[in-house]
């Protein structure tokens, strides 16, 4: 069993390098171009969900009417990509607090090891335990690692009403959070 672990976390950690060696898209400020897959969710509402975070409080889809949220699906905790995406939603974090946004990290990983990873980064955003897949599944996210499972790196950009406006099915770890940041600034000019 454990040399499965320890195999199923190598998996995760190539998965993680193989996107870190991704280029970088140039940032402008046209709008996405959506393709079949960020279609299905571009507009529809949020799904409604309930989890915990890594200081065991609650979070609901409900309590953050009114803001923007950012939803965003990591594989693994303390692995190489997920701790560099994490460094840069945190790096940007205050901009993000000021556009009116709030940012969710989200994993399959349970509430201990969520508390680890935001300890050791100093994280000042929630990281939300999806332990029973409820928001991964709604979302389509979960990825089969042989017998593990994963959330896939993607995520989800929901206006003040709960819509969902942007899907990004492809995440540049060095980039992404300073792309979400951006696509805010751009959707809230008049």
């Known amino acids: 069993m454990k040399i499965l672990n320890v195999f199923s976390i190598s998996l995760v950690c190539s998965s993680a390098l193989m996107t870190l060696s991704m280029p970088t898209q140039a940032q402008d400020s046209s709008p996405i171009q959506f393709d079949d897959k960020q279609k299905q969710w571009v507009g529809r509402p949020a799904p409604q969900f ?49 556009s009116n946004a709030v940012v969710f990290g989200v994993s399959l990983d349970d509430v201990q090891s969520h508390q680890k990873f935001s300890q050791k980064l100093g994280l000042p955003f929630p990281l939300l335990s999806d332990q029973q897949h409820q928001l991964a599944n709604q979302l389509g996210v979960v990825r089969n690692l042989g017998v593990m499972k994963v959330a896939k790196r993607e995520s989800f950009l929901i206006d003040p009403n709960g819509t969902i406006v942007y899907h990004y099915s492809s995440v540049n770890t060095q980039s992404h959070a300073a792309e979400v940041l951006n696509d805010i600034q751009q959707l809230k000019k008049p």
Do not use: I, R
Not at 60 to 87: H, I, R
């Open 50 to 98: 309930k989890l915990q975070d890594q200081s065991q409080k609650w979070h609901e889809l409900k309590q953050y009417k009114g803001q923007w949220m950012v939803l965003y699906f990591y594989p693994k905790d303390d692995s190489p990509g997920c701790t560099q995406e994490a460094n840069q939603f945190k790096a940007l974090y205050p901009a993000f607090k000021k």
